[in-house]
């Protein structure tokens, strides 16, 4: 992975920017593992990109990354998976079949919160409904097998990406 930082970290406002270059799945695992190093109870991780993109791939990566061994398919159609790790609960959402906003209420998104981590795909769906402090990852395909990651969020995650020698 090559990174280039765009910001770093003043204070928790001002947040933390990198952008990475994935060139291949083995810099998508390292990427999900270390996500997965900083996450805690109360976390969101945004998964923005176009179909194809690596949204899915970046959180089996994440989940991989806790501990889990099962088979992690897309919540495409069911809208989320819910998996008990080693650290925390994590709940994994697709937005892409939301068409209401109010939609998500019915997903209880607060409760799991409350409870662990969440993973979101397409939370462009329901901005508005995406924690403020959220680590927003946003992944587009640059080559064949490369992507391009945009991850901001707050400031503590630099220390996360730091520590993972990201």
């Known amino acids: 992975m090559r990174a280039g930082y765009n910001a770093m970290m ?3 406002n001002k947040g933390f ?9 083995s810099d998508t695992d390292a990427l999900g593992a ?3 190093g900083g996450l805690r ?6 998964l923005k990109g ?9 959180a089996r990566a994440i989940l991989r990354g806790l501990g889990v061994t099962e088979d992690v398919p897309s919540p495409s159609f069911t809208l989320v998976q819910e998996y008990e790790t080693p650290k925390l609960a994590v709940r994994h959402y697709d937005f892409y ?9 019915e997903l209880g998104i607060d409760d799991a919160l409350d409870d662990g981590a969440v993973l979101i795909e397409w939370p462009e769906r ?9 680590l927003r990852v946003s992944l587009s395909a640059s080559g064949e097998t490369a992507r391009k990651a945009d991850i901001e969020g ?11 020698h990201v």
């Not at 176009?50 to 970046?58: E, M, N, R, S």
């Open 10 to 12: 003043a204070s928790e």
């Open 17 to 25: 920017a990198v952008t990475l270059t994935l060139n291949g799945l």
């Open 34 to 36: 270390a996500i997965a």
């Open 41 to 46: 109870a109360g976390d969101t991780v945004a």
């Open 50 to 58: 176009d179909l194809g993109a690596g949204k899915t791939t970046l």
């Open 97 to 105: 079949r939301i068409e209401n906003a109010r939609e998500i209420d």
């Open 126 to 134: 329901a901005e508005n409904r995406i924690a403020r402090d959220a």
């Open 154 to 164: 707050p400031s503590r995650w630099a220390a996360v990406f730091k520590a993972a």
